[in-house]
């Protein structure tokens, strides 16, 4: 079974950038098929990127443009580049990988 832990997140000014890590632990682990997602306070848990095993990504619109994810398959690390951030990217974000989901990570963007 996978286990996820996601670290970087934080408090940054809105125009700022962050980089979110995922480490995973676990015998079947692949950078193709993970993905980030947020929930903010009140909102429904919402896809931003999901990786493939060719190196690019899917990008939802909350995400296109601005964030990017990558990973090793190595280190078993995953990652979300997040630029450009806005106050409304507030949120706390979760790594995810088949069935398996991280604990999540604060993100705070201030005005």
């Known amino acids: 079974q996978v286990q996820l832990v996601e670290s970087g997140g934080g408090l940054v000014q809105a125009g700022g950038s962050l980089r979110l890590s995922c480490a995973a632990s676990g015998s079947i682990f692949t950078i193709g098929g993970t993905a980030w997602y947020r929930q903010a306070p009140g909102k429904q848990r919402e896809l931003l990127a999901r990786?493939?095993?060719?190196?690019?990504?899917y990008y939802t619109d909350a995400a296109k443009g601005r964030f990017t994810i990558f990973g090793d398959n190595d280190k078993k690390m995953v990652y979300l580049q997040m630029n450009s951030l806005k106050p409304e990217d507030t949120a706390v974000y979760y790594c995810?990988?088949?069935?398996?989901w991280g604990q999540g990570i604060q993100v705070t963007v201030s005005s």
């Open positions: 995810n990988f088949d069935t398996a």
């Open positions: 990786a493939n095993n060719s190196g690019g990504g």
